[in-house]
């Protein structure tokens, strides 16, 4: 049993010390991606310091996740309860918007029904619209808006109840909004009527 907290520490001090270095150039985050996407045993980890808002690399860790997500998705698969059941704990801008990605990946993934797709429980899917619906009416940055956006049209498309609520707050929050939301927000009501 000492071997094996010995063996975790090693890896979260790896980790750790790949994350200290890790800056917002995005080469530079691509880097750590990689070194990740090369060393799955790292995977773990990630998640835990993605939800551990305490963590001086929470907001690095999930700018990487982001990046991994978007080429290993289903490595997610058997995390998906902690990841949906935690978006919650996410206070600082610089981790919901990358995590607000994810979940849009995520959501995608599951409705694409293929070989490949996420499988997301109804439980996962309601953390999934609470925490999208927060984001959209809390004052968070645009990007997160945007992807909140993009999450809710597509389960809109699933849940008959969405679409009326997420138009009626994107017609009365437009003219509050950058040009970037009102893109965004122009696309989707498009869509929706």
């Not at 309860?81 to 995520?106: C, G, M, W």
């Not at 999450?151 to 498309?157: D, K, R």
Request: hydrophobic content about 40%; charged content about 25%.
């Amino acid at each position: 049993m000492l071997e094996t907290k010995t063996n975790s520490m090693t890896v979260l001090s790896e980790l750790q010390e790949k994350l200290d270095y890790v800056s917002a150039y995005r080469e530079n985050r691509l880097k750590c991606a990689q070194d990740v996407l090369e060393n799955p045993y790292l995977f773990n980890e990630l998640i835990s310091i993605c939800f551990s808002p305490e963590d001086k690399n929470n907001h690095k860790a999930c700018w990487i996740l982001e990046f991994v997500s978007y080429e290993e998705l289903l490595w997610l698969q058997p995390h998906l309860d902690f990841f949906f059941s935690n978006l919650k704990v996410l206070k600082d801008e610089s981790s919901i918007r990358p995590i607000a990605k994810v979940v849009q990946l995520l959501v995608k993934s599951h409705y694409k029904k293929d070989e490949n797709s996420i499988h997301l429980s109804e439980k996962n899917l309601q953390d999934c619209i609470e925490a999208s619906f927060d984001w959209l009416i809390n004052d968070v940055k645009v990007a997160t808006k945007a992807y909140s956006i993009r999450t809710l049209y597509v389960l809109g498309n699933h849940y008959d109840w969405i679409h009326p609520e997420l138009q009626i707050i994107l017609n009365k929050d437009y003219g509050d909004h950058s040009a970037a939301y009102k893109a965004v927000a122009r696309e989707v009501l498009k869509k929706i009527e």
